[in-house]
């Protein structure tokens, strides 16, 4: 059995992610994932709701830059993407995304902001987040070793939050079987 990180879509910022871990026998394993933030326009059904200002998180290797912004044909795993300039592949659509580690592993998250820099609709940011700001907070794992891992930004300590076009690296191990969320806690919702 193994453990799963399912990542649904959310209409805001607080992009919201489970952990079901399952009993296994410790393996002591890394397993790696690299994932991007993205702007998405989010459809919610066929009468026309929507999110204009949808962000998700994916696989780097389910986005694409934008046409006049590196290679069509190569994945953001294949090459550096520019923030706000990427899609998800034209196979793809806004999904929940699901990793997977036994009990007992560990989870090394390469994340990569690629969100705009200002939101793309400003006319509708009552509707998003006004931070641009992202980062991985999974509650009920354990870090690998420092504060980083955490994915939040508390009090006097160093923040665990990418900007745009920038990397950090999220270490995290499953103890045991169980359910995991996992957001990112960098987005307060704007005044409106």
Same mark, same amino acid.
């Given at each position: 059995?193994?453990? %799963?990180?399912?990542?649904?879509?959310? !209409?805001?910022?607080?992009?919201?992610?489970?952990?079901?871990?399952?009993?296994?026998?410790?393996?002591? %394993?890394?397993?790696?994932?690299?994932?991007?933030?993205?702007? #998405?326009?989010? @459809?919610?059904? *066929?009468?026309?709701?929507?999110?204009?200002?949808?962000?998700?998180?994916?696989?780097? *290797? $389910?986005?694409?830059?934008?046409?006049?912004?590196?290679?069509?044909?190569?994945?953001?795993? #294949?090459?550096?993407? #520019?923030?706000?300039?990427?899609?998800?592949?034209?196979?793809? *659509? &806004? *999904? !929940?995304?699901?990793?997977?580690?036994?009990?007992?592993? $560990?989870? +090394?998250?390469?994340?990569?902001?690629?969100?705009?820099?200002? !939101?793309?609709?400003?006319?509708?940011?009552?509707?998003?987040?006004?931070? %641009?700001?992202?980062?991985?907070? @999974?509650?009920?794992?354990?870090?690998?070793?420092?504060?980083?891992?955490?994915?939040?930004?508390?009090?006097?300590?160093?923040?665990?939050?990418?900007? &745009? $076009?920038?990397? %950090?690296?999220?270490?995290?191990?499953? !103890?045991? +079987?169980?359910?995991?969320?996992?957001?990112?806690?960098?987005?307060?919702?704007?005044?409106?």
């Amino acid at each position: 059995m193994s453990c %799963r990180f399912s990542w649904p879509i959310s !209409p805001c910022f607080t992009l919201i992610f489970a952990l079901a871990a399952a009993a296994w026998p410790a393996q002591g %394993r890394t397993i790696k994932a690299h994932v991007v933030a993205l702007d #998405q326009p989010l @459809i919610y059904n *066929r009468l026309g709701s929507s999110q204009a200002n949808g962000m998700i998180f994916a696989l780097a *290797r $389910d986005v694409v830059p934008l046409k006049g912004h590196g290679h069509t044909d190569m994945t953001c795993a #294949q090459q550096e993407c #520019q923030a706000g300039f990427v899609s998800l592949r034209p196979a793809k *659509r &806004p *999904r !929940p995304l699901v990793l997977r580690v036994n009990a007992g592993d $560990d989870l +090394e998250i390469t994340f990569k902001n690629l969100l705009l820099r200002t !939101p793309a609709n400003p006319s509708t940011i009552s509707a998003s987040t006004f931070t %641009r700001r992202a980062g991985v907070h @999974i509650v009920g794992v354990e870090w690998d070793s420092v504060t980083l891992d955490d994915g939040t930004f508390v009090g006097d300590n160093e923040t665990s939050y990418a900007t &745009p $076009d920038n990397k %950090r690296i999220y270490k995290v191990h499953a !103890p045991a +079987e169980g359910a995991y969320l996992l957001t990112s806690t960098a987005g307060p919702l704007a005044q409106a």
